[in-house]
């Protein structure tokens, strides 16, 4: 990234001092390269709200990313998505006092980027969204909750695809937006040239929604999807899930050979030799689509949808027929770059340098 040095003075003659917010598996991935763009121009303190904990969820992925390792972990741990955000907001109101930021970046739609939301506006300090604009347009989904609220506080308003971007746009948010493309896909291209398909043929599952997860109905329509893969499945079970099917003691097809969650780049290694990839993660669904590997998700809607239009997703619910159909249907021949051009970071590194110097970054 080039910034002149003028550009990166602060209002008060120093390199900007952004504070950072992460806290579950997704957060820790895309963080990444916007962290190595943003410390090229500002001083970053990382901090981990400590909503994921175990090894697999966040140690292994902060090893496996090369994210630094955070400058506070907060501890906020499992438990109602009350107490996350309570818990969230008052540990990042310290942290937000004491380090005096110039800007809070959040990210996503978790409950650790709504704590962080909350705590930034409560201190004064301006607030930028990276992954803003997304839609489910389903209110008992708890992240479409956190990123609605999210963006109505947000001073900047970071978009990763078109749709996105025209969705703030309509929305009429007082936050400014700006398209950067989205820094998940700078993450694959950054590994594209080292990572080698993972051998065999198979299925690759992830899930853990909650309206897939939370009703054993449910959960166990999607385990009869997954059972109509001609391939044998991998699925890499998110704890919630593992803890779910204990819970009602469901009974997981044969074909379906459960693995504790992978790094990451163990992950992409999985994603780019499956023959087909079935999930309901937001992240897996684009990283299907970068890797060419259709997707079918076990949802109704998705918040992605340039991978529904381009013929490469699939929403296929929890029904086996839908899902059979969406096996057997022809892959597309075009896949246009919706995600940006693996340059995100950057774009996101240089809108919260202008916003600093715009003056906004002055803390109360
Ligand atoms: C959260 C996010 C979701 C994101 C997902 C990424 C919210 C509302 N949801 O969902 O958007 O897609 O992370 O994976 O923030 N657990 C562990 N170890 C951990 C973390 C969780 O065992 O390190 C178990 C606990 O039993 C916990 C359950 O998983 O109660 C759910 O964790 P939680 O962080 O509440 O939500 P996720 O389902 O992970
Ligand atoms: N992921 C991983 N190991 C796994 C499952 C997923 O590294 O066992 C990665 C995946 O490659 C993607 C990210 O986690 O980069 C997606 O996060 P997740 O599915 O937890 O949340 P969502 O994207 O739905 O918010």
């Not at 540990?91 to 962080?116: F, K, S």
């Not at 820094?183 to 080292?194: A, H, N």
């Not at 949808?305 to 057997?328: I, K, M, P, S, Y």
Request: hydrophobic share 40%.
């Amino acid at each position: 990234m080039n910034a002149s040095p003028q550009q990166e003075e602060s209002p008060r003659g120093r390199r900007p001092r952004i504070l950072s917010v992460i806290g579950a598996r997704p957060e820790i991935i895309q963080a990444a390269p916007v962290c190595a763009a943003l410390r090229e121009i500002a001083d970053e303190v990382l901090v981990h709200t400590g909503q994921h904990y175990s090894d697999a969820m966040s140690g292994a992925q902060i090893a496996a990313t090369s994210l630094p390792e955070p400058d506070h972990n907060l501890g906020v741990g499992s438990g109602s998505r009350g107490e996350q955000l309570a818990r969230g907001e008052e540990r990042l109101l310290e942290v937000i006092r004491a380090e005096r930021p110039d800007a809070v970046i959040v990210r996503g739609d978790t409950n650790a980027t709504l704590a962080g939301a909350r705590a930034a506006v409560a201190c004064g300090v301006p607030l930028v969204h990276v992954e803003a604009g997304l839609r489910s347009y389903r209110d008992d989904m708890p992240e479409e909750v956190n990123r609605v609220e999210t963006d109505r506080l947000a001073d900047l308003l970071l978009a990763p695809t078109d749709s996105a971007r025209a969705t703030l746009e309509d929305e009429e948010l007082r936050g400014r937006v700006v398209l950067t493309g989205d820094p998940l896909c700078d993450m694959l291209e950054s590994w594209r040239d080292r990572i080698a398909p993972a051998e065999g043929e198979y299925l690759l599952a992830t899930v853990h929604r909650n309206y897939n997860t939370d009703d054993p109905d449910r959960l166990a329509a999607v385990l009869g999807c997954l059972a109509r893969s001609p391939w044998p499945v991998v699925l890499p079970l998110h704890p919630r899930t593992l803890a779910r099917l204990k819970d009602w003691g469901l009974a997981v097809p044969e074909q379906i050979e459960l693995a504790d969650p992978v790094p990451y780049t163990r992950m992409l290694e999985l994603e780019r030799g499956a023959r087909r990839i079935a999930t309901d993660s937001g992240g897996v669904q684009r990283e299907a689509y970068l890797w060419g590997v259709p997707c079918i998700s076990l949802r109704e809607e998705t918040e992605w949808v340039e991978t529904v239009d381009t013929g490469w997703n699939t929403l296929a619910g929890v029904d086996e027929e839908r899902f059979a159909a969406a096996l057997a249907a022809p892959v597309p021949a075009e896949r246009p770059p919706v995600f940006g051009d693996g340059r995100a970071a950057e774009r996101i590194a240089q809108a919260v340098l202008d916003l600093v110097a715009s003056g906004m970054g002055a803390v109360a």
